[in-house]
């Protein structure tokens, strides 16, 4: 596809996410009380979305990710967030 | 599509699907008890078949014990003793989706176990990785456990819900790689033909999910709508969405002899 044929099969989708990303953002500002380490993945993994840096989905994956190595000594339960969250 | 209703079947019959593949996995709830899994690896091999016959679609499933119920070994080793009775049924095409869900230590022994179960019975392997943030994790303990043991080829092995982060670390491991292809969570229809685009289609699968979550059984012809409209060719459609997975199963003389 040339880039003009990808624009016109995805601008409005991408726009209306994007769109949907900043009122998300407005939302969390708005209201009370603390963020937490779900907000701070969200905001790395934006930056990933700037300039002209290549293979952005991986990035932003990679920004959500648990980066260490070793098995965890028991699942506590079953479910995932959506962000890496450091042991203290 | 133990948790689908038989319309399902229907809508997918109708749509162009010839057969399904079912991987034994989590209820959305605990077992109490292996007893359980007995009468769902029976419900696998016995019923599913026969609903989707009805429909003139060919049921195929996978075993084991899935990794959200293997935190608890005892039980764990109970139904892996449970599995052999079944893998001579006409319909079971191997071991899955064996993997990991949160990458404990019981988790990846279990794994590890059920990659032997594997080896010594001859049988293909398909593999879950972990959701979202334990993806990328889960997916480098995976590749790790497989590598080490020398019996398993990796041609006969699916390691299952990749994405971009994933998918070049399971190719280059000469496994093969699914992208689960959901609504919400995993991979869009559009972002599964952009992984495709990057990185050709050899040894790449597309797959829908049919489970008790957000989910949709049409996704796979779905993405080859979207890739018409991208301007993908029949011929090239026809691999991706057909003839790569028949290539994979085909390994499996139960699915050659009926496919």
Redesign the interface.
Known sequence: MTRQQVLDLYFLDARHRLIEIAAFLDRVERAGGEGDFRLDNFRQALAELNGRKRNRAKRVLLAFSDPTREPIAKAQAKGACGAYRPLR | MVSRVTDDYERMALAGCLAVCEPAF?AGFDRGSAAGFHDYFSQLTDHEPKRAAKFGLKHFCWLCINS?EA?DLKLAEEVMALVPKFLDRPNVLGIGEIGL????????RVFEMQIDLAARHHQLILVHT????????GT??ILAALQNDRRIRPEQVIIDHA???TVEMILDAGMWAGLTLYPETKCTP??AI?ILENYGGERLWLNSACDWGVSDPLAVPKTALEMA???HLGDAINQVIFQNPKDFLSQSPKFKALI
């Open positions: 989590w959200k935190e869900n949160k990458n404990s230590r019981n988790e990846l972990p959701h979202l943030e334990d993806k990328l994790k480098r303990l994405e971009e982060h559009a972002r952009d409209k991208r301007g």
